[in-house]
């Protein structure tokens, strides 16, 4: 209710509710945009153009047609993502950066050193897998494993077919699979 | 039900996204399938993995400075450049590119290449002077390295000995336009940078042999993995891409 109340006030100019809205969805977005672009500086860029574009287009947002405000943020930042991408690819930039997530300290905050480096290399070769992935395979993956997005809810969001957003889903977990075998027998993991 | 099926279905099912009919149906298969069932096993203990060590969220960001740029953004006149962003027409776009590089295709096939007209599909990938300056044509490089990238990986994490005769699948006419679109860059490269012309004559040796999956004399995947080992082409891909 109160998200529709700033809806409505940020659609009139009100900028306290578009800092509301902001305030609510930065996180998510900025994630979202992170995992497909695996750039801290791109996916910022991306976080700002996401509501600048939403602001603009507010006018144009009906919840009545069965797309929630989280889920269309996520469509213009889907799209903001593919822009930044691809122009990333015309300047001839690199399209990731993995030191940004090897960098980061353990989230298990584990004391033991040897479990804490083991925890790393899990993630460094998770990280690894997935920069394997195409983007488009990354982007399709991250929404239905981590956001736990559904495939009809994907397609919406890609505009695309469910039975592409199947076919992306399969490839990008048949090699993430075959990247991480060798590593799940080693470490004997149990489900 | 057969075992390829069964595969795709094992990881709607871990998603949650199959009808009762297909559910009861992919039970009652891998009930009797030692192989589906170990591949469910296998893509339950991957997913496990996943879910355990999940990739590092998004760093925190200064979230006042984003807010800034954001306020310093709403004055600008929005903008309207939405031509890719058009489901209809970036088709169209995207068929007319195909239909033109189709074209282009037939043509060199029949005449050959004349050193002074570009082919319409590097032109259209490239700047006006990029005849002139092998810097032009680089985005075009780099962007057929990465429609390229998922499939010589695919083959370079083959692993045989999981089951006789396996192969890696790719769609036939997206194989076809790389070969294509391969051929179109190695030409256009040949003069100006004969390393990135090594690297397209390898992948197209890689390419061809992957078209080549079931005929009589076809080289096995693990053996083209050894191939783009041999030659390192992830290797090079990586560094040509970047330079």
């Known amino acids: 209710m109160e998200e529709e109340k700033s809806i409505q006030l940020a659609r009139e100019g009100d900028p306290g509710a578009l800092r509301a809205l902001y305030d609510g969805h930065r996180q998510r977005v900025l994630s979202l945009a992170y995992r497909y672009l695996r750039n801290r500086a791109d996916a910022e ?68 050193p040897e479990r804490t480096a083991r925890n790393r290399e899990i993630r460094e070769r998770i990280d690894s897998a997935l920069n394997d992935l195409s983007p488009k395979q990354r982007m399709i993956f991250t929404l239905r494993h981590y956001q736990e997005y559904s495939i009809r809810e994907i397609a919406e969001h890609m505009e695309s077919t469910e039975g592409s957003i199947k076919k992306h889903l399969f490839r990008a977990v048949e090699t993430l699979k075959k990247r991480l075998k060798r590593f799940v027998m080693e470490d004997g993991y149990e489900v | 039900m057969k075992c390829d099926t069964a595969k795709g279905l094992i990881i709607l099912d871990l998603y949650g996204e199959l009808g009762d009919a297909e559910k009861a149906g992919l039970h009652d298969h891998i009930q009797r399938c030692r192989a589906c069932s170990e591949e469910l096993a296998l893509t339950k203990k991957v997913f496990s993995l996943l879910d355990d060590n999940r990739p590092a969220e998004a760093p925190a960001a200064d979230w006042e400075k984003a807010w800034r740029g954001i306020q310093g953004g709403l004055s600008r006149p929005p903008s309207n450049r939405r031509f890719f962003g058009l489901p209809g027409r970036r088709w169209v776009f995207a068929g007319s590119v195909l239909t033109l590089v189709l074209i282009a ?106 078209t080549n999956q079931g005929a009589q004399d076809a080289q096995s995947p693990a053996q083209i993995r050894d191939l783009i080992e041999r030659r390192d082409i992830l290797f090079k891909l990586e560094i040509l891409k970047k330079i």
């Open chain 2, 105 to 210: 295709g037939i043509l060199i096939g029949k005449y050959g290449l004349a050193p002074s007209s570009p082919p319409a599909a590097i032109a259209a990938r490239t700047t006006p002077d990029s005849s002139s300056s092998p810097n032009g044509i680089r985005p075009a490089f780099a962007a057929h390295l990465d429609d390229l990238k998922p499939i010589l990986v695919d083959y370079a994490h083959f692993e045989p000995g999981e089951k006789a005769g396996q192969r890696i699948a790719v769609d036939e006419n997206v194989l076809r336009g790389l070969i294509l679109q391969n051929l179109l860059l190695k030409r256009k490269l040949a003069e100006k940078d004969p390393a990135a012309a090594d690297l397209l004559d390898d992948i197209d040796v890689v390419l061809r042999e992957i």
């Open chain 1, 45 to 112: 860029d991306v976080l700002q153009e996401t509501f600048i574009k939403a602001y603009h287009s507010l006018s144009r947002y009906n919840p009545d047609k069965g797309l929630n405000f989280s889920c269309w943020l996520n469509k213009i930042c889907i799209n903001a993502s593919i822009d930044a991408l691809r122009r990333n690819r015309v300047k001839g930039m690199p399209v990731t950066a993995v030191g940004d997530v090897a960098d980061m300290p353990d989230p298990s905050n584990s004391s033991d």
